[in-house]
């Protein structure tokens, strides 16, 4: 229940990672909120209790809503974009002056290696944020002098509004980064938010509420409610009327029951969805510039990222030599504590997922693949062996009939099968529901703009994986998405344009 002391104002830092379980409350306008109920959060790195957190109820949600609101119609929504910006540049220099707070955060929740967390999230987090200053304070808007039949003229142009108080719902695999992709955005344009993270990793986007009142955010422009999707604090969030449009990233389902929840009230939503990536190796591709782009496109982060590689199509010439490659870098991947620098690869981000993934280990080998590397779950000692923990693995022996290569595992684990033509190639990659992400490995420069352009995906890579221009569209078609984020892309999403007219 409810403490009924008055909440806590946001002014200590919180824990970081420890043998001491967190306490993690909502952030409601400035201030520590206890929840309906409490729920633990486990270390997937060794099963222990990382944090009790405070799950938030109807009423939770209706005061970050309110508090949203109120600070939306205060200064906040009137603040002249520079002003804005310069608030999200003292942001990013707030996350970089507490980078190891956050990487604690992260590594505390997911169990990644703690230079992956360093490196990715909270580099990305800082940069996020910078972009965002920079495409808001750079963004212009369409002006036509318009010519009348009559001689008359009429200058139209256009302004912006902020969308409003938007939800931002984040998922589990990069919770900090994802988070600030979307926040960013929002705060450029001027709304107020209510971010709801994954129950699997609550401690950095309540870090980050912090974060964000030391740089100076007024209170209420970022609220953090936590807790789960249906019957909790997901779906009290979704389906309140004071929310004005829905982002959000994670699967494809969720993005279908979240569309449900707005369709009533018509709200505006941004999804990044799931993916089944193809990835396309020529004949005349740089072997082992593909192996090693193929190994981290397949591998990064456990495989929980949206953009990992899930299908791997190779010319038949060089089938064998790229199937051995790939399976002997999975082999050599180290598993083992986030703090050990060897560490390449953590666990699953909980067991609940890892069971998930091994049912997909046993339907692959009841379909008929041909095991090239892992395939289990590993004995690890040192403590671990209650972490949510699992090989690396890669198939040959499946085609597109079959389920493993048609439904997104979201793990550590591929399909490599052989192709002949680059019709057939192409014909390949968008077999599928999805279309998110694809990667062509060539050195025909001629082959591999045709290739790229011809998948239908939101995101088309050539001799690399995971380039990012902060400024570029980001998003999917089919089941991997609506909408694009990324530069001026998010802004057309978080704002809402008025067209003035002026007879002149």
Excluded at 3 to 16: C, D
Excluded at 138 to 149: I, N, R, V
Excluded at 306 to 318: D, K, M, P, Q, S
Excluded at 396 to 404: K, Q
Aim: aromatic share 6%.
């Amino acid at each position: 229940m409810p403490s009924p002391t008055t909440p806590a104002p946001i002014t200590a830092p919180l824990p970081t990672r420890s043998s001491t379980p967190r306490e993690l409350r909502n952030v409601i306008g400035g201030e520590f909120v206890d929840g309906v109920g409490t729920f633990e959060k486990i270390d997937p790195v060794d099963g222990t209790l990382v944090a009790v957190v405070h799950e938030a109820g109807p009423r939770e949600v209706d005061r970050a809503v309110a508090a949203a609101r109120a600070a939306l119609e205060g200064p906040w929504g009137r603040m002249p974009v520079a002003e804005r910006a310069r608030l999200l540049r003292r942001v990013a220099d707030v996350v970089e002056r507490r980078s190891e707070e956050l990487v604690a955060a992260e590594v505390g929740d997911t169990g990644k290696p703690e230079t992956l967390a360093r490196d990715l999230d909270v580099a990305r987090a800082a940069a996020n944020f910078r972009s965002f200053a920079d495409t808001a304070s750079a963004a212009g808007l369409d002006s036509y002098l318009t010519e009348l039949p009559d001689g008359r003229r009429a200058l139209n142009y256009a302004v912006r509004a902020p969308l409003g108080v938007v939800a931002v719902i984040v998922p589990w695999n990069l919770p900090l980064l994802l988070l600030t992709w979307k926040l960013a955005p929002a705060l450029a344009s001027g709304n107020t938010v209510v971010v709801k993270p994954s129950e699997e990793t609550p401690s950095s986007a309540t870090l980050l509420a912090e974060i964000l009142a030391e740089a100076g955010i007024p209170d209420g422009v970022v609220n953090v409610v936590h807790g789960f999707g249906p019957g909790s604090a997901g779906e009290h969030l979704t389906t309140h009327p004071g929310i004005d449009g829905v982002t959000f990233t994670g699967e494809s389902s969720t993005g279908s029951a979240i569309m449900r929840a707005v369709a009533p009230r018509v709200r505006p939503v941004s999804f990044e969805l799931g993916g089944k990536n193809p990835a396309i190796v020529f004949a005349d591709a740089d072997l082992e510039a593909a192996i090693a782009g193929l190994a981290r496109s397949t591998y990064l982060n456990t495989g929980q990222v949206c953009l990992c590689t899930e299908r791997i199509y190779v010319e038949r010439a060089v089938f064998d030599e790229v199937a051995n490659g790939l399976a002997a870098h999975a082999r050599r991947l180290r598993l083992g504590r986030p703090e050990d620098p060897a560490t390449t690869t953590g666990p699953l981000i909980s067991a609940a997922h890892r069971d998930k993934v091994l049912s997909y280990y046993d339907l692959a080998i009841r379909e008929g693949a041909e095991l090239l590397a892992g395939g289990g779950v590993p004995t690890l000692g040192d403590g671990l062996d209650a972490g949510s923990w699992i090989e690396p693995t890669l198939w040959t022996g499946l085609d597109n009939a079959n389920r493993t290569v048609r439904e997104e595992i979201f793990g550590p684990a591929a399909v490599v099968m052989p192709f002949d033509t680059e019709e057939e190639a192409i014909a390949l990659a968008n077999d599928t529901d999805y279309g998110l992400a694809a990667v062509t490995w060539t050195t025909d420069l001629a082959r591999g703009h045709r290739v790229a352009q011809r998948l239908r995906v939101g995101m088309s890579w050539v001799n690399t994986w995971y380039l990012r221009d902060l400024r570029s569209p980001f998003g999917g078609v089919g089941l991997s998405g609506i909408g694009r984020e990324g530069g001026l892309h998010s802004l057309a999403f978080y704002t809402e344009p008025t067209n003035v007219c002026v007879q002149l």
